[in-house]
């Protein structure tokens, strides 16, 4: 069998699929958390908890009102987003004069709310949500074995993602949301709306989680605290990326996806160690850094890199200092 | 006396605040129709307060501001745009994430009757030159030129141009009264507030001097010479 640095290739290619399936997710997550800071200013630590929301959705109207999977990929989103919206009218608004640190807290007390809530109703040992019918399988690529919901996931993801860049940084609307990033007050006296503007903008980023979420369902066990687990991962792939940055956000998501795949296929390590072990000293200190990047330590690595990056790069990668 | 009918802005017992700080003490002006007025003062007289009270981008406001017969005291910014008043302000507002041309076609039209782009770039060969250069990468007349060219697109009647003269080269500033001139000539009515006595002087009819919060004399252009040395002990040149 071929192998790759001692890794044999259908074990590689499985784990960066898996890596590019949690990218897709990372990206989509961060990507919404940085339009949501880009113009509130407002770090939504309610992130994780709408994404769970995005899947409880979907299996509530699966089980209950027999909503399939494709209807619930529109209206979960719209309907998590909704709830965005009126938590901007009703709360966030009168935050944005503040510290960041008041959004936080308040976002973040509205995700353990909501968590505790779903907790109480439906417990945590979670359900289990189908692949639907029309992705069921899988195609055999010759060197690996490709369900095909993973890679709808993968697409659908990747769509939204662009979309939503091209129209931030091409299309008129997304003038608007760059200027209003900028200079909303100069912005609202030209006769945008910025405060609808800005409502809107939330309820979007809320969907875009909440999308994720009903992406997630068939994937991962749909349970309240789905959402937590992940999402501080992804608030270090946005630190990684840089606060704000749509582009960066997208990259970022994906890039560190993969990453933490090739991490964990053993690669990284198996490298480190083809390289340095014989080397007297330089193997010994490296042999830390080698166990930072072993596949058991892969759950880690995100914020090994994090920490790096913040070290030589505190705006991130893709960020501007403010 | 003007007619109520040409009367385009009237200010009356404006108060403005930022926070705490009680900046305007009830301001009181109004401007015609087609008519170029300038509010003269010294740094901190409250000049640019007063074109940010107008727009309802202070902290909070009272009094009375009357555009084309509707009173604008208690619509939100957004709203008072489109009672036809486009707004240049001091620090220019030119966005670095957009190019030259989005800046330009940033403000939404309010009216009808503006200038096409092409015209624009008629008036401003440079804008056209650079429209796909980042915004803050234009030089600073450039940038001028861009910051008043955006608000001509929109079919507003009413400008207020804050200090639009400010830190530029003579040339420049040549350039920026002859378009004042054509936009007078276009029949825009015009709000300066300037520094720059010079560049003002022989642009406006009328003239408001503004001292901690107020507006302390008004003079109309053909009394300027004889009240010179007036105007001089307000602005302390
Ligand atoms: N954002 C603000 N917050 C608090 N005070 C302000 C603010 N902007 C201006 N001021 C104060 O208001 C006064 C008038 O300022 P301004 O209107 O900018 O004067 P001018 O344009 O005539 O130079 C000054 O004392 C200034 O310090
Ligand atoms: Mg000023």
């Known amino acids: 069998m071929t192998e790759i640095f001692g890794v044999p290739i259908q074990a590689l290619f499985g784990q960066l699929l898996i890596g590019l399936i949690n990218g897709s997710f990372y990206a989509v997550l961060s990507l919404g958390l940085a339009i949501i800071f880009g113009l509130l200013n407002i770090i939504n630590f309610a992130h994780g908890a709408q994404y769970m929301m995005g899947a409880f959705l979907a299996w509530i109207g699966m089980t209950f009102l027999g909503v399939n999977y494709w209807w619930a990929l529109m209206l979960s989103p719209l309907a998590v987003g909704v709830t965005g919206v009126i938590i901007e009218r009703t709360m966030l608004r009168w935050l944005y004069r503040l510290d960041h640190l008041y959004g936080l807290l308040l976002t973040f007390g509205l995700a353990l709310i909501v968590e505790g809530l779903f907790r109480y109703k439906f417990g945590i040992s979670g359900e289990s949500y189908p692949v639907p019918e029309t992705l069921a399988g899988g195609i055999n690529l010759g060197f690996m074995f490709l369900p095909k919901y993973r890679a709808w996931v993968v697409v659908a993801s990747l769509v939204v993602c662009f979309v939503t860049w091209y129209v931030i940084e091409r299309s008129k609307l997304g003038s608007y949301l760059r200027a209003g990033t900028e200079n909303p007050q100069l912005l609202q006296a030209f006769g945008v709306n910025v405060p609808l503007m800005i409502t809107l903008t939330y309820g979007y980023g809320v969907a875009l989680a909440a999308f994720a979420g009903v992406l997630a369902a068939p994937i991962f066990n749909v349970n309240p605290v789905m959402g937590s687990n992940l999402i501080i991962v992804v608030f270090a792939v946005v630190v990684i990326g840089g606060m704000g940055s749509i582009m960066g956000s997208i990259v970022t998501g994906i890039g560190l996806g993969l990453i933490e795949g090739v991490v964990k296929s053993g690669m990284v390590a198996n490298l480190l160690g083809a390289i340095f072990d014989e080397v007297p000293i330089v193997g010994s200190i490296v042999y830390p850094v080698k166990l930072l990047f072993s596949p058991e330590a892969s759950a880690v690595t995100i914020f090994v890199i994090m920490a790096i990056v913040l070290l030589l790069r505190p705006a991130g990668l893709f960020g501007r200092e403010r | ?237």
């Open chain 2, 1 to 237: 006396m003007p007619s109520a009918a040409a009367e385009y802005l009237r200010v009356t017992d404006l108060h403005a605040f930022y926070g705490e700080s009680h900046i305007l003490h009830g301001v009181d002006f109004t401007v015609n129709r087609g008519e170029v007025v300038t509010l003269l003062g010294r740094n901190g007289a409250g000049r640019t307060t007063t074109l940010r009270a107008i727009l309802g981008l202070v902290g909070s406001r009272s009094g009375s501001i009357m555009v084309n017969g509707v009173e604008a005291i208690h619509l939100p910014p957004h709203r008072i745009a489109y009672l036809g008043i486009g707004y240049c302000p001091e620090e220019r507002g030119i966005y670095a994430s957009l190019t030259c041309e989005e800046n330009l076609l940033l403000p939404p039209v309010v009216r009808s009757g503006g200038m096409s782009l092409d015209e624009i770039y008629q008036m401003f060969p440079n804008l056209k030159e650079r429209r796909s250069s980042q915004g803050t990468r234009l030089s600073g007349g450039e940038q001028q030129m861009l910051a008043v060219a955006r608000i001509l697109r929109t079919g507003a009647q009413l400008l207020l141009l804050d200090e639009i003269s400010e830190g530029l080269a003579p040339v420049i500033v040549q350039a920026l009264a002859r378009m004042v001139r054509m936009l007078k000539d276009k029949g825009y009515t015009i709000i300066m507030v300037e520094q720059n006595f010079r560049f003002a002087a022989p642009l406006a009819d009328r003239h408001y001097i503004m001292e901690r919060g107020k507006v302390v004399e008004e003079i109309p252009a053909p009394q300027l010479e004889s009240r010179m040395d007036m105007l001089h002990e307000y602005l302390g040149v």
